[in-house]
T-cell receptor, first 109, second 115 residues
Framework: GQNIDQPTEMTATEGAIVQINCTYQ??????LFWYQQHAGEAPTFLSY??LDGLEEKGRFSSFLSRSKGYSYLLLKELQMKDSASYLC??????????WGAGTKLIIKP | ETGVTQTPRHLVMGMTNKKSLKCEQH?????MYWYKQSAKKPLELMFV???????ENNSVPSRFSPECPNSSHLFLHLHTLQPEDSALYLC??????????????FGDGTRLSIL
C-alpha cells in the first residue's frame, strides 16, 4: 500500500532550527511536496523536490533522497509565525498526491 | 488570498438536510479537487475534475455529489449526511491533472458539522 509517515507534533524555540522528517512509500514517484497550513486556513505550497538533493528557499529548505524514500523540511531562524502544521505529500505514478497526516510545529519564545 | 474561494466557511446541518458547498478559483486553472480533512488524519481526495470532466471518484458515498459547470466553479452537494462526515472540506485547483510539478492551490475550506 501507499503510505506517508511524519511526526505528529514537534516543539522548537524561536530563533532555532528544526527539521521535519517524512518517509514515503508509493507506487512510482513523481515528486515530493511540502505545504504549510495555519490553523483555520488553507494549506499553502512551500516546496517541490523530484531530484535528490537540497532545495533552498530563504529560511526554508527541502531535501529528498529517492533511494531511501525520505525527505525533510528544514526551517531556520524560527519565528512565531512558523507555528503551523506542515504537510508532506508524495506524487505517485498516476500523478495523485498521497498525503501525510501533518506535523504540528509549536514555536516557543 | 490564495485565489481559491470557498463558501460558506462554516456549515451546521442536520442529517436530513440538503446543502451545497461552493468553490471558485480565479487562477485560470483547469483542474479542481475536493478533499476531506479530519483531525490528525491525512487529506482524503474525494473528487477530481480536469477540464470539467470528472477523472477521479475515490469511492465516495453517494450522499456526496460533485458538480463542475465550468473550469472556475466546483460544487459539492450534500444530502442525508452522517455524523462521521463532520470535517473540513477543502477545494483545490491546479493548472491541470498531468505531469509532475503542478502545485495545488487550496481554499480556506468549509468547516462542516453534522448534528
Amino acid at each position: 500500500g501507499q503510505n506517508i509517515d511524519q511526526p505528529t507534533e514537534m516543539t522548537a524555540t524561536e530563533g532555532a532550527i528544526v527539521q521535519i522528517n517524512c518517509t514515503y512509500q508509493t507506487s512510482g514517484f513523481n515528486g515530493l511536496f511540502w505545504y504549510q497550513q495555519h490553523a483555520g486556513e488553507a494549506p499553502t505550497f512551500l516546496s517541490y523536490n523530484v531530484l535528490d538533493g537540497l532545495e533552498e528557499k530563504g529560511r526554508f529548505s527541502s531535501f529528498l533522497s529517492r533511494s531511501k524514500g525520505y525527505s525533510y523540511l528544514l526551517l531556520k531562524e524560527l519565528q512565531m509565525k512558523d507555528s503551523a502544521s506542515y504537510l508532506c505529500a508524495a506524487m505517485d505514478s498516476n500523478y495523485q498526491l498521497i498525503w501525510g497526516a501533518g506535523t504540528k510545529l509549536i514555536i516557543k519564545p | 488570498e490564495t485565489g481559491v474561494t470557498q463558501t460558506p466557511r462554516h456549515l451546521v446541518m442536520g442529517m436530513t438536510n440538503k446543502k451545497s458547498l461552493k468553490c471558485e478559483q480565479h487562477l485560470g486553472h483547469n483542474a479542481m479537487y475536493w478533499y476531506k480533512q479530519s483531525a490528525k488524519k491525512p487529506l482524503e481526495l474525494m473528487f477530481v475534475y480536469n477540464f470539467k470532466e470528472q477523472t477521479e471518484n475515490n469511492s465516495v458515498p453517494s450522499r456526496f455529489s460533485p458538480e463542475c459547470p465550468n473550469s472556475s466553479h466546483l460544487f459539492l452537494h450534500l444530502h442525508t449526511l452522517q455524523p462521521e462526515d463532520s470535517a473540513l472540506y477543502l477545494c483545490a485547483s491546479s493548472q491541470e491533472v498531468s505531469t509532475g510539478y503542478q502545485p495545488q492551490h487550496f481554499g480556506d475550506g468549509t468547516r462542516l458539522s453534522i448534528l
